[in-house]
């Protein structure tokens, strides 16, 4: 502790700030290095709420005790309880529809609202009531509405009322039944409104329920399903990857309308029948007409004759119908004129005696039987000119491309990432300060080291706090007597002196390096010695 001390003093006061800078810079790369560690990964709950249903469930998380994060708009729990509380508060209806319905129609009142602020309310309350209808649906997780009123003008002539309904589905998709059923609700809801005029879109931007137009594809689509029907009855006995299938459907691709009228002559049928009957009768007597023998004396003056006459006829007319048959057939595009349907088996491999693995091909009875189940599949129609061919052949091995995905060390660890890169470059931050900040400036401070003691007879009054006796810059010549001494060179003497083979040279300077406050004093001396005996 007294040598850090005596290294800080040594600093100037720049260094000092800077030391105290880096050191509260390393504590806080420490500190939110710790907290990094000891913090729970955080993820998204939700995201985009309003601000009524954020709070709700901000509020249900504080009952419950989770630990969360608000951040902006969106709110942050642990990983790990994420997928249980969206369930849970799912369960309570939490997060809540933001939509009014008819409580908005209870803030009016009858003074200061106008007719048009009042029409206002109320279609934004039934838009609010729709869509609270079509969230209740277990199938829907969020609605809107909109409704374009044609209003109460009269001059308004040809417009009809429209509305577009906005779902995101729980779960998957929504289907075409539930789009239109969606179509009667709202347009039941709404008076003057037909189902066609409602639209229902999907949260992708997709058009629900809409009137799908003739695909161009027919022929190729047919092909694919009766290839998928085929692979999979064909795998079933020879296993994924043993059979190979192509099917060529040629499909009608005009419209032709037909029109025939059938008459059968043999087969009338009477519809009506006319009967007229006639019948004449005359007779005729003898008059009294005067003649030449009715005044002879012998002739038949006397007499009389008498005639009649009786005629009659019958007339029938029957009215015949003829069987007559008419009938109109109109064949669309899409009709199958000819299906060709190819199929490729792989045989089996059998060990031979030698152990080598050897090709079999598949036996006959076994290819009939499947290509009987192949026209069952695809609906052979020999008279139609349909065509099923079957062989069976040795398939090449294809190389495996590419490696396979392999689940990292850390995502098997369940890390997070982002948290591993932050605490990285934290404690880059810390290591750097500490290596090239506050080590330079600490390694720059002088050490404290004891002052040159002098030979014993020096004068006690020059000797340091610590009992050794400083440096005083004279030199005292009674302690060395010329006569006696050897005489040896200025190095030999020096590793004399010194008891050490080191360069003289050398081993001052890192003397005067080492204690430069006392070679300081020591010039000092010498100099102000020489100006005194100047």
């Known amino acids: 502790m007294q040598q850090i001390a005596q290294m800080w003093t040594a600093l100037d006061p720049r260094k000092r700030v800077v030391v105290v800078l880096a050191s509260i810079a390393i504590l806080a790369a420490v500190i939110g290095l710790s907290r990094m560690v000891t913090a729970p990964s955080m993820s998204l709950l939700y995201a985009g709420l309003e601000s009524g249903p954020a709070g709700e469930v901000v509020r249900s998380l504080e009952q419950r005790g989770v630990q969360h994060e608000v951040r902006g708009g969106a709110i942050f729990v642990e990983s790990g309880q994420r997928d249980t509380l969206r369930m849970t508060l799912a369960s309570e209806g939490l997060p809540t529809n933001s939509s009014q319905g008819y409580e908005l129609l209870d803030g009016l009142s009858g003074f200061g609202t106008t007719s048009q602020m009042f029409d206002a309310a109320y279609w934004r309350a039934k838009e609010g009531e729709l869509a609270r209808t079509i969230v209740a649906s277990p199938a829907i997780s969020a609605a809107r509405v909109h409704i374009g009123n044609i209003g109460s003008n009269p001059f308004q002539r040809d417009v009809r009322a429209t509305a577009s309904v906005m779902v995101t589905a729980a779960s998957g998709t929504i289907e075409p039944a539930k789009a239109q059923a969606l179509k009667f609700l709202v347009a039941s809801a709404v008076t003057g409104l037909t189902p066609e005029d409602v639209s229902i879109i999907d949260s992708n931007g997709g058009l629900i329920g809409a009137a799908e137009k003739a695909p161009t594809n027919a022929g190729e689509d047919r092909a694919d399903a009766l290839r998928q029907r085929v692979e999979r009855l064909l795998e079933a006995r020879v296993g994924p990857g043993n059979a190979v299938v192509e099917v060529s459907v040629d499909t009608v691709k005009n419209t032709e309308t037909i029109r025939e009228t059938r008459i059968d002559p043999e087969s009338r049928i009477a519809i009506s029948t006319d009967t007229e009957e006639r019948t004449n009768t005359a007779s005729d007597q003898g008059g009294g007409d005067v003649t030449v023998a009715s005044n002879l004396p012998s002739g038949d003056a006397g007499g009389a004759d008498s005639s009649s006459s009786q005629t009659s006829e019958t007339r029938e007319r029957v009215n015949y119908e003829v069987s007559q048959t008419e009938r109109q057939i109109t064949q669309g595009p899409g009709a199958v004129k000819r299906l060709s349907v190819a199929v490729l088996v792989n045989g089996s491999l059998t060990a031979d005696e030698t152990g080598i693995d050897v090709f079999t091909p598949r036996p006959e009875e076994e290819l009939g039987a499947l290509k009987e189940l192949v026209a069952s599949a695809v609906g052979f129609d020999e008279a139609r000119g349909d065509v099923i061919t079957i062989k069976t052949m040795q398939f090449e091995p294809l190389p495996v491309l590419g490696t396979a995905a392999e689940p990292s060390m850390i995502a098997s660890l369940g890390l997070d990432m982002m948290s591993l890169i932050q605490a990285t470059v934290l404690g880059l931050v810390a290591l750097l300060l500490g290596l090239f900040v506050v080590r330079p400036l600490l390694a720059q401070a002088p050490r404290a080291t004891a002052p040159l003691g002098l030979p014993n007879g020096t004068n006690a009054a020059n000797a340091s706090p ?35 083979t080191e360069d003289p040279v050398e081993r001052l300077r890192g003397m005067i390096s080492d204690r430069q406050e006392e070679t300081v004093e020591v010039l000092r001396n010498w100099l102000e010695d020489k100006e005194e005996r100047a």
């Open 466 to 500: 610590g009992g050794m006796t400083a440096l005083s810059g004279e030199i005292d010549d009674s302690r060395d007597d010329a006569g006696n001494l050897p005489l040896v060179s200025n190095m030999a003497r020096s590793q004399a002196l010194t008891g050490s």
